[in-house]
């Protein structure tokens, strides 16, 4: 995927403005539609606080170019992640955040899950009207390996049993991502 350090300053920089708007009741940032920014593209917008989690917010399937989904995604993670609608993001806060945003690639179906590279790929669990995902770099930040990876998107995120992956009617897709923070 390679993106470019420009390419990687410019998201970083749109995802900051994003938040702090977001935050303080400003309009959004329009983001450019030139180059990988007019790219349709999954992403990811995560938002950390000296090293604790404060938001986390991203699309698959993306309804706009990749610039107008890091803007998007960027103020969800701000403003609406639900794991912290009773401890929102401050403006006082503003200056401690640091951003990482994820560029993903396509899905990939999958048919043998347990094959996947733990660190490499990230996996989207779906089921019914269920679904969860996990980013590749949870599973080595947690110590998990492909099972454990597969076991807890469907109990953690998916809100599924433990090996549901292994269903039939449960489909898994693979992917990766650029990940690059401020």
Known sequence: MAISP???????????????????????????????????????????????LRGCIGTFHPLG?????????????????PRFRFNPITPGELGRLRIEVSVLSELIPTRRPEKLEVGTHGIYVVRGGQSGCFLPEVATDQGWNAIEFLDQCCAGKAGLEPGAWRQSDTEVFLFTSEKFDQ
Do not use: K, W, Y
């Open 6 to 52: 420009e390419d990687r300053s410019r998201l970083i920089h749109l995802a900051r403005q994003a938040v702090e708007a977001a935050v303080t009741g400003q309009a959004l940032p329009r983001a450019e539609t030139t180059g990988l920014l007019g790219e349709q593209r999954g992403c990811f917008v995560t938002l950390t606080n000296q090293g604790r």
């Open 65 to 81: 170019s990749l610039g107008a989904m890091i803007v998007e995604m960027a103020a969800a993670a701000a403003t609406r992640d």
